[in-house]
């Protein structure tokens, strides 16, 4: 009997669990959507900054190592 009920309970949680989980995604809307896309879109940005920064330290480099005339 008892294990009945641990076994009832425990099913109710992963039931509710899973219906909370399904909300969530639907429930995302198209503000939160579009804050995903300017995240990607920024992290994209920041990669392109630091190959230009590398590309800019390595030329800068270069000039050090250049002969002077």
């Known amino acids: 009997m ?4 641990i076994v009832s309970v425990v099913f109710g949680v992963l039931l509710i669990g899973t219906f909370a989980a399904c909300e969530k995604k639907q429930s995302e809307g198209p503000a939160e959507r579009a804050g995903k896309e300017v995240d990607k879109a920024m992290e994209q940005v920041g990669q392109k900054v630091e190959e230009v920064g590398k590309k800019m ?12 005339k």
Do not use: N, T, V
Request: glycine share 12%; hydrophobic share 30%.
């Open 57 to 68: 330290q390595g030329a800068g480099e270069s000039a050090k190592e250049a002969p002077k």
């Open 2 to 5: 008892l294990a009945q009920r």
